[in-house]
C-alpha cells in the first residue's frame, strides 16, 4: 500500500514540476532526473524503479540538454551484495540488507533499528545567491522523513545537508547522520589527497591511492582538529597533476567532532560519507523533532589540483566569510605574545606599540596575561577583568595611544576553557565538562567548560559582551587550547546526555552570532593553538584564522601550502618571529621571514623593541611594500608554481582579481652544487598583454627586462639569481596595456 501512495506521490511531484531549462537546476520528466549545474560542474540526481534516490552523474558540465541515463537500481553481483550494495544510493538508511556506509542509522524504541528511504517529493526555490533543491524521503514504513538540500553557487560549489524529522509518536534516536553521500564514476585508479600533522605541524599534505576498503578521515576531540582537516581532493592516478586532471573535492563545514569515509566497495565503486562522527553518539528526537546536519560543499574541475583551490578559494570569499562578498581586507598587526608572554603590563605594550606604529602596523593586539590572576599558565583563566597590577589604570590609557599611534587594539581571550585555580572554577566547578565521580582531565592545566549548558552560553555570551562595550576593542583573538575530555553532561536525562556534541558547538556558534550582532564592527579570529579549529563553520563567523604555532619561516612554506589547497589565503595570519625560532632554533634572515609570512594576512610576533637601525628599516620597507600588493594576496588566484615538499626550492604566483597586478615569490632554503634557481613560469596572465616588471631586489633579477608580455612570462618565463641559504625575492608583474 504505501509503496502505491509513494509512486502516486512520484507521479504527481513530477508533472507538477515546471521545465527550468534555464536553470542552474533543472528537472528531466522523462528520465526523472535533476540536474545541477555549478561553474564546470553537473550533478545529477534521479529516482530509480525501486523509488529510491540515485546518483546518476557528477563530473564536467553538461549542455542543459544532454540526456542522462533513467536511474534504475544495479543487479546483486551475488546473493552477498543485493542491488542496495550494488546501486549508488543518494542517501541510504541503515536497511534492507545495505552492508556498506549507511548515511543514517537509528534505533525505534521497539529495538527496530531498519530504515528504508524511499523518495516523496521535491521542492526548489532561488535566491540572490543560488538555487536550492530540497528532496524528501521517507521510511517505507514509519513516519521518518529525511530533507536533503542542495544549494548551487554560481563559484562552482554544490552545497549539501541534511535534516532528519521524526512524526513518530515515540523518541526515535539517530545513531549515525551524515549531511551527504557523494558517489564517483566506477574506477580502481583514484587518488586522495588530504591534510594531516599535528599541533606545530598542521597542513601537512598526504597523497594516497583509494583502495577496497574504508579510509576514515575524522576527528573525535570535540573540535576540527590539528591531526586531520574535513577537506579531501580525490584525483585520477597518473592523470590528475596541480595544473591539469579531474579533481573531486569537498570539505565540511562543522567545528566539532565530524567523519568523512571514503569507501572502495568490491565492485570498484567509491563512495564519500560525510558529516557528524557516529563516535559516541547519540541524538534522541520525541515525536516533532528534527535534528540538522552540518553542510557539506563540494565541487569539480577537470583543470587540476590547483583550480580545485582557487574555486574554493574564490567560494570562500564570496559565499562564506563575513562581509562577502567582499570580505574586507585584514590588516597587518602585531601580537605581543612571543615578544612577553604572561609579562604583560602598561609600560612594556605601549613600548611595542610605539615601535609597531613606527614600522607600519595596523593593529596591535594584547595577547595572554592581561586578566584575573594570570602570571602564568596555571591560574586565572575564566576570570575575565583586568589585572589591576599589570594595568593599574585598566585598558583604556593603552587603548587611547594604541589610537593615537593610528592602530585599532585587539587582545586575547579563551572563553571556553578554565583553570582550576580560579574565582570561576570555585565558584562553579560543575559548570567544567566532567563525568561525576571520575578524574577531570587537565590539559595546559585547564579544564574545559560545557558550553553546551545554557547557562555556560549566557555567561560565555555576557563576559564577551562586556569586555567589548566597556573597551574600545575592534578585534578579539578567540583562543582555544586543549581538546575534549570526560564529555559528561550529568545535569541532562542519561538519553540526552551525548546531544553535547552537536548542542556544544550550536552554542559557540550561537555566541558569536549573538557577539557580532552586538558589536558589528567586531572582528575575531579562531585560533586553537594553531590549527586547531579551521573549518568553513567557524569561517562563516570569524575573519581569519591562525594556522600554526609553528612560526619558523621554513616549516611555514609547508604549512602554507598545505593550508592553501583548502582555504583562502587571505583569512591565513603569518607572523615574522624572532630567531632562533623558539621551536626549531633554526636561524632565518628577515626579509626571507617576511617574504613567507607574506603570503597571506601579514603579522609580527617578534620584540620589535629590540631590533637594530637596519632590521627595522628593513622592516619599515617590507611592511610599505606589502601594502602594495595586499589586495592581489588576500582577494587574488593563487598559483603554486614549486611546491615546497621534498624541494629546496618554493615559488607561489597571486594574480589580482581584475588581472591588473601579479606577484611572485621565491624561496632557496639552500644551494647545492652551484645549481640555478629553476626558471619560474607565471601562470594565470594574459597572453596578449604586457606587464612591467618591478623586482623587489634588482640585484637578484638582473637578467629581466623592464617589461614582458604575458605569453613570455609563462612560455619564456623568469630566472632570479638565488644562492646560498635562506635567499628569497618578490617580482611584482604591473599589466599596462595589450600587445
Excluded at 592545566?445 to 564577551?464: C, H, I, S
Amino acid at each position: 500500500m504505501h509503496r502505491q501512495v509513494c509512486f502516486s506521490l512520484l507521479s504527481a511531484a513530477f508533472l507538477s514540476l515546471p521545465a527550468f531549462s534555464q536553470s542552474a537546476i533543472r528537472y528531466d520528466a522523462t528520465a526523472h532526473v535533476w540536474q545541477m549545474s555549478a561553474g564546470e560542474m553537473t550533478y545529477a540526481v534521479g529516482v530509480n524503479d525501486q523509488h529510491a534516490l540515485q546518483t546518476i552523474y557528477w563530473g564536467p558540465r553538461l549542455d542543459p540538454k544532454a540526456a542522462l541515463p533513467a536511474p534504475k537500481s544495479l543487479p546483486e553481483t551475488a546473493s552477498f551484495d543485493p542491488p542496495i550494495a550494488t546501486t549508488p544510493l543518494e542517501y541510504a538508511g541503515w536497511g534492507g540488507g545495505l552492508p556498506t556506509q549507511p548515511a543514517l542509522k537509528i534505533s525505534f524504541p521497539d529495538g527496530n533499528r531498519s530504515l528504508i528511504l524511499d523518495y516523496l517529493d521535491t521542492k526548489q526555490t532561488s535566491g540572490p545567491d543560488g538555487e536550492q533543491l530540497e528532496i524528501t524521503l521517507r521510511d517505507r514504513l514509519a513516519e521518518v522523513y529525511v530533507h536533503l538540500f542542495y544549494k548551487v553557487y554560481p563559484q562552482g560549489i554544490l552545497a549539501r545537508w541534511s535534516q532528519i524529522e521524526n512524526r513518530t509518536k515515540a523518541t526515535i534516536t539517530v545513531e549515525q547522520a551524515a549531511s551527504a553521500t557523494l558517489n564517483l564514476p566506477p574506477s580502481s585508479h583514484y587518488e586522495m589527497k588530504s591534510l594531516h600533522g599535528r599541533w606545530g605541524a598542521e597542513w601537512q599534505v598526504q597523497t594516497e591511492p583509494v583502495q577496497q576498503g574504508h579510509t576514515v578521515l575524522e576527528s573525535r576531540r570535540g573540535s576540527t582538529s590539528h591531526q586531520t582537516n574535513p577537506w579531501f581532493a580525490i584525483g585520477r592516478t597518473g592523470e590528475t597533476t596541480e595544473a591539469d586532471g579531474p579533481v573531486w573535492f569537498g570539505e565540511l563545514g562543522w567545528s566539532g567532532s565530524w567523519q568523512i569515509d571514503v569507501e572502495q566497495t568490491e565492485s570498484h565503486r567509491v563512495k564519500i560519507t560525510g558529516g557528524y562522527n557516529p563516535f559516541d553518539f547519540a541524538y534522541p528526537l520525541a515525536q516533532g523533532q528534527s535534528l540538522t546536519t552540518p553542510i557539506f560543499y563540494t565541487g569539480y574541475t577537470s583543470k587540476g589540483n590547483g583550480e580545485a583551490s582557487r574555486i574554493l578559494h574564490k567560494f570562500q570569499r564570496e559565499q562564506i566569510l563575513p562581509g562577502f562578498p567582499r570580505p574586507k581586507l585584514r590588516p597587518i598587526i602585531y601580537n605581543s605574545w612571543e615578544a612577553t608572554e604572561f609579562n604583560v603590563n602598561e609600560a612594556g605594550q605601549l613600548a611595542l606599540a610605539e615601535k609597531a606604529a613606527s614600522i607600519g602596523v595596523e593593529r596591535m593586539v594584547i595577547d595572554d596575561g592581561w586578566f584575573g590572576q594570570r602570571a602564568t599558565d596555571h591560574a586565572g583563566l575564566g576570570d575575565w577583568y583586568v589585572n589591576q597590577t599589570k594595568f593599574p589604570h585598566g585598558l583604556k590609557p593603552v587603548i587611547d595611544r594604541v589610537h593615537q599611534l593610528g592602530m585599532d587594539f585587539g587582545i586575547w581571550v579563551e572563553p571556553e576553557a578554565v583553570n582550576p585555580d580560579s574565582d570561576l572554577y570555585r565558584k562553579h566547578p560543575d559548570w567544567a565538562m566532567n563525568f561525576p565521580g571520575r578524574p577531570r582531565t587537565e590539559a595546559r592545566t585547564q579544564l574545559m567548560l560545557n558550553l553546551a549548558r545554557e547557562d555556560v552560553k549566557q555567561y560565555v555570551l555576557g563576559f564577551l559582551d562586556k569586555l567589548v562595550t566597556e573597551n574600545d576593542i575592534a578585534f578579539l583573538k578567540w583562543d582555544y587550547n586543549r581538546n575534549w575530555s570526560e564529555p559528561g553532561w550529568d545535569a541532562m536525562p542519561l538519553a540526552e546526555q551525548k546531544e553535547i556534541y552537536v548542542r556544544y558547538t550550536d552554542n559557540l556558534y550561537w555566541v558569536l552570532t549573538e557577539l557580532r550582532k552586538k558589536h558589528p564592527k567586531l572582528e575575531i579570529e579562531s585560533c586553537s593553538g594553531g590549527g586547531g579549529r579551521v573549518d568553513l563553520g567557524i569561517l562563516k563567523l570569524t575573519e581569519e584564522v591562525w594556522p600554526s604555532d609553528n612560526t619558523d619561516a621554513l616549516d611555514r612554506l609547508d604549512i602554507q601550502n598545505g593550508f592553501s589547497q583548502a582555504y583562502t589565503p587571505g583569512v591565513m595570519v603569518a607572523w615574522v618571529t624572532d630567531v632562533p625560532n623558539y621551536l626549531d632554533k633554526r636561524v632565518i634572515p628577515l626579509q626571507f621571514r617576511f617574504l613567507v609570512a607574506m603570503g597571506g594576512a601579514l603579522g609580527i610576533g617578534s620584540d620589535v623593541t629590540k631590533w637594530t637601525a637596519e632590521e627595522t628599516a628593513l622592516a619599515t620597507r617590507l611592511v610599505a611594500f606589502y601594502k602594495t600588493i595586499r589586495p592581489t594576496v588576500q582577494e587574488g588566484s593563487l598559483y603554486r608554481l614549486i611546491a615546497p615538499e621534498g624541494s629546496e626550492q618554493s615559488a607561489v604566483e597571486y594574480v589580482a582579481k581584475d588581472g591588473h597586478q601579479a606577484i611572485l615569490f621565491a624561496y632557496l632554503h639552500s644551494q647545492h652544487y652551484g645549481q640555478p634557481f629553476q626558471t619560474l613560469h607565471a601562470q594565470g596572465l594574459d597572453p596578449a598583454a604586457m606587464y612591467q616588471i618591478k623586482p623587489l631586489d634588482p640585484a637578484k633579477a638582473p637578467t629581466l627586462p623592464a617589461q614582458m608580455t604575458g605569453s613570455e612570462l609563462m612560455g619564456v618565463g623568469l630566472q632570479l639569481r638565488l644562492g646560498g641559504d635562506y635567499d628569497s625575492t618578490a617580482v611584482v608583474l604591473e599589466k599596462t596595456s595589450a600587445k
